[in-house]
């Protein structure tokens, strides 16, 4: 079974400021997805960003990137020019590519101070 | 952009009752599935369900729930009788394809007093 790990239940970031949430995850899987979702104080979740296995370059989305390092099964989310509205519980979630469902961390819950 | 939509978004139930969780999926989508949250704790998966039938279910998917695809939109949960350990957020997905990204509802909290 998978399993997905965030070790830092929480972390705090200045406006403006760049911050790394960590996630590590442990398979026997070659094929597989790895996904960062946001999930505000309304509590819905919102997809971040996700990355293939297969592929080697790290995924990016506007202030959001990732650094997937495969052999340590290693999956952080940088969160650069940190904005208020980042201030939410974040997510790592681990998904087979021959399976649907999503194995998810425990959760990181960020807040951007002013 | 089409989205996943939820109904209820807050149910409060009495314990022993049954309750009915509603899902319109991303038309286009053949994937669904169920997920639910305790407050504080991590999303945890609950079943996948795919050409009318389950797919995948986990442990916490026991005989007191059951999922439908009652008509080509809607997917249900139902839980037959509730009980207060089943106060959560239940979030329904649906995926193009099996290995595909899953886009979330925005949750129902289910209360049971």
């Known amino acids: 079974a998978q399993t997905v790990t965030q070790s830092q239940p929480e972390m705090s970031v200045q406006e403006a400021e760049t911050v790394t949430l960590s996630c590590t995850y442990d398979?026997?899987?070659?094929?597989?997805?790895l996904f960062w979702y946001k999930q505000p104080p309304s509590r819905q979740m919102i997809l971040v960003i996700r990355q293939e296995a297969y592929k080697q370059q790290n995924a990016t989305e506007n202030r959001f990137s990732v650094n997937f390092q495969k052999a340590a099964k290693s999956f952080s989310l940088k969160i650069s020019d940190s904005q208020l509205g980042d201030t939410a519980m974040y997510f790592c979630a681990f998904m087979n590519t021959n399976a649907g469902k999503s194995t998810f961390g425990d959760g990181t819950t960020l807040t951007v101070k002013p | 952009e089409p989205e996943v939509t939820q109904t209820p978004s807050h149910q409060v139930t009495q314990m022993g009752q049954e309750v009915i969780l509603r899902c319109v999926p991303i038309?286009?989508?053949?994937?669904f599935y169920w997920y639910r949250q305790i407050l504080g704790q991590k999303v945890e998966f609950l079943v996948s369900f795919y050409n009318n039938e389950i797919s995948e279910k986990s442990e916490i998917f026991d005989d007191q729930f059951s999922v439908e695809r009652p008509d080509g939109s809607n997917f249900t949960l139902k839980i037959r009788s509730t009980k207060l350990e089943d106060s959560a957020m239940y979030f329904c997905?649906?995926?193009?394809?099996?290995?595909?990204?899953?886009?979330f509802g925005p949750g129902t909290r289910l209360t049971v007093l």
């Open positions: 997905a649906s995926s193009r394809q099996e290995s595909d990204t899953q886009y």
């Open positions: 038309s286009n989508h053949l994937y």
């Open positions: 398979t026997s899987e070659s094929n597989y997805y």
